[in-house]
Structure formats: C-alpha cells, structure tokens
C-alpha cells in the first residue's frame, strides 16, 4: 500500500539552528526551528503577505506542465559536497493554521524542498500541494531563513512533480544540479525531514527502477526505489549521488507486512522507499 509522505498537522513543531562550535559538525534545534517558521508564516498571514493553501491548491491545478528554467552546471572533476554545503539547499516546507481555541499560530504539515535555480525556484511532490490548506505557506533554510511560497510553476501530478518559487527577498540560493540516470547500484543519500527530525541524511543506494502507479491509480509511470531511508515529512526531498547532484525525489513508500492474518498488523518485514527518478523533471524543464 502506497503511502504519502505529507506530515499530518500538528500543535507543536521545531525550527532548527547550526551551532559551529569549536569545530563541532552542524547541530540541528528541531524546536528552534519550528518556533522560527511558525513565528515567521504567522507574521506573513497576520500582515497579508502570506499565501494561502487554498491559494497554491488552485495554482497548482492550473499550473502547466513545463517550464523553461536555467539550469544549474555541476563542475567536473569538483570534490564532493559535504552534508553542511548539501543540506544548504534543502528546505523545510510548512504551513500555518488557527485552531479556533487560541490565538496562536500553529504548525501544519510538513514537507521537503530544495533548491532549483539560485533566484529562489524549487521542487517538491505535486501531493504536497494538492489538498493544501492553512492560511500561510513557505519555506525555512538550515540556519532559520524563513521564505515566503509565492507561486506554482509547473506541476507533473503523474510523475508526483511540483516547480514552486519562493521569495529570497534578493538573497542567493545554493542550487542543486541535476544528475543523468542512476544506474541500480549507484550510492546515493537523501537529505530530508522524516517526522520532524530536521536536516536528516540517511544513505543507501538505488535498489531498482519499477513501473508504478500514478497517484490516482489511473496510469503507470516509472519509479526509482532506494534503500536510503525516509519516512513522512520527507515527501519531495532530494536523493543525491556521490558529486551532489540530484538523482531523484522522494515520493512514497509501501510498508511489507507477514506473518498475520490481517495486512498492515504485522511483524513488519520492510519499508519500500519509491522516488520520482530525475528523468521525469528534466522531463518538466525545458532550456529558456
């Protein structure tokens, strides 16, 4: 059974900092970094800056399927991007809402986006935004970098696909380039928000490619499975190959159970982890 990935909303969540201490690797405050993005989308729905889910549901149902973009160039021969350069360019997507009981803002569902082009267009799963509610989306940077979701630009809702932009307010993004093919074997590692654990790398490597699915059971579209692990909240994050560059995005997941009479009580045996392969995007993109 598939599963999406969108975290289920939740009261209370975490925003995140890095704490370069004498040398010590990156430190991610989870509650930090929700108190962050919440406090920041709350400000934006409080003085009308922000955009709604309803708003990006619509635009994502209108949105085309391709679009011309700029791509990012990987340098030959350039060594290896570390997990503080990669995890720069992933990005916390999350929501606001009121519950009616108090006037806090509180922390929707979240998802995973990383970086496109440097002016601020990025991916994710078209699920994420296709029952989008809450009155103020963006996204949030490893260091507390708050953006505001202004547009959809191109959806694939078979291939799970969205091209969103956000507002850098003129700052720079670090761009993820995009790979050719991953042949089964290639290690890959993704980078992604599984349950709320902010910034998390796990590593694996592409275990297969399989004709699965589309979302509304209509079709069938080609899929990457991976054994890098991810879980919900992780929906759009990027698996990346050894020089950084992006094989494929994470999509789903399909739980195998055994060993009782009803499915999905267990002993759970494995987790199928099924990303979009990058084929399908550069698919979506086309040269300016």
Known sequence: MNRLLVLPALCVF??????????????????????MLTDGLGKAADDGTGVSGEVLKKAAEAAPRELKVSLPKGKAGAPSPGYEALSKSV????????????????????????????????????????????????????????????????????????????????ASLRPLPLAGDAAVGTRVRMISHPDGRFFFQTSGEVARYLMAPTLDGKKQKTAMSI??????????????????????????????????????????????????????????????
Not at 92 to 121: F, N, P, R
Not at 253 to 266: H, M
Not at 270 to 281: G, S, T
Request: charged residues 15%.
């Open 14 to 35: 975490s925003f995140f900092s890095l704490v370069p201490a004498m040398g010590l690797p990156p430190v991610v405050n989870d509650v930090e970094l929700t108190r």
């Open 91 to 170: 990005f916390i997507i999350g929501s606001v809402y009121k519950c009616g009981k108090c006037s806090h803002w509180h922390m929707g569902g979240m998802a995973t986006g990383w970086a496109l082009t440097s002016d601020g267009v990025m991916v994710t799963n078209a699920h994420v935004f296709a029952n989008a509610t809450g009155e103020s989306w963006g996204v949030c940077s490893i260091d507390g970098k708050v953006m505001r979701i202004t547009d959809i630009l191109a959806v694939d809702a078979d291939a799970d696909l969205a091209v969103f932009r956000v507002d850098t307010g003129g």
């Open 227 to 288: 054994t890098a692990d991810y879980a919900k909240g992780s929906s759009g994050g990027p698996a990346l190959d050894a020089s950084g560059a992006v094989v494929g995005i994470a999509s789903s997941t399909q739980s195998i159970y055994y060993g009782s009479e009803k499915p999905e009580e267990g002993p759970l045996q494995m987790v199928v982890k099924n990303c979009v392969p990058v084929a399908a995007l550069r698919d979506m993109l086309k040269k300016p």
